[in-house]
């Protein structure tokens, strides 16, 4: 008579669902990979054909400020006058507010603005500067930096501007006791007269 070996017997109930739930944890454990970091998507600046206009008129205060070594007689943003600059000191601009230049609804950033300035009102300079927009909900000051290199920058700003040198000075014309020196004539355009 032959023998029926145990390795040929069927298994039973309990062993399949125990297979079962041991493939199923080895199989799951197989695949759990670590999930990557995800970062914010960072949009790109907008271009300037994309830069938002102007919703409403504002008519901005022009504040100057003075990093240069002498005085700014007179100057003027577009044709309006920003009144004298005395050199910028560690805590102030170099001028009081001055009315004021305009912004029309629909206007376009960035802007070209024409600066001009005299330091004894016989020569005059001029250059333009580009104003790259408005940066605030409610624009209220112009204001108009003169570098120590000549280079001139413009914002708009909702209180007044900050300061962005703080140097020493001498008296409200000077900033060094000697040996003052400017450089209008290598970076805008001077010619001589009594008005430009």
């Not at 300037?48 to 943003?77: C, Q």
């Not at 044709?79 to 170099?94: F, K, W, Y």
Request: net charge negative.
């Amino acid at each position: 008579m032959a023998t029926i070996s145990k390795a040929h017997e069927r298994p039973s109930a309990w062993s399949l669902r125990g297979d079962a739930w041991l493939g199923l944890f080895l199989l799951a454990a197989s695949c759990k990979q670590p999930v990557p970091e995800t970062k914010p998507v960072e949009l790109p600046p907008p271009t300037r054909e994309e830069a938002a206009a102007l919703a409403k008129p504002v008519s901005l205060e022009i504040n100057g400020y003075n990093y240069t070594d002498l005085a700014i007689d007179t100057f003027e943003v577009n044709g309006q006058g920003g009144g004298d600059l005395a050199v910028s000191s560690t805590t102030s601009g170099g001028g009081k507010g001055a009315c004021c230049v305009g912004l029309s609804p629909g206007t376009k950033f960035p802007v070209e603005l024409t600066i001009r300035w005299t330091r004894d009102r016989k020569r005059w300079c001029e250059k333009a500067v580009q104003l790259a927009g408005v940066a605030t909900a409610n624009p209220q000051h112009l204001g108009v930096h003169f570098f120590p290199d000549g280079h001139i920058e413009a914002e708009v700003t909702e209180g007044y501007p900050d300061l962005k040198l703080k140097l020493d000075r001498v008296d409200v014309g000077r900033r060094k006791a000697a040996g003052n020196s400017v450089q209008d004539e290598q970076s805008a355009r001077c010619r001589d007269g009594d008005d430009p």
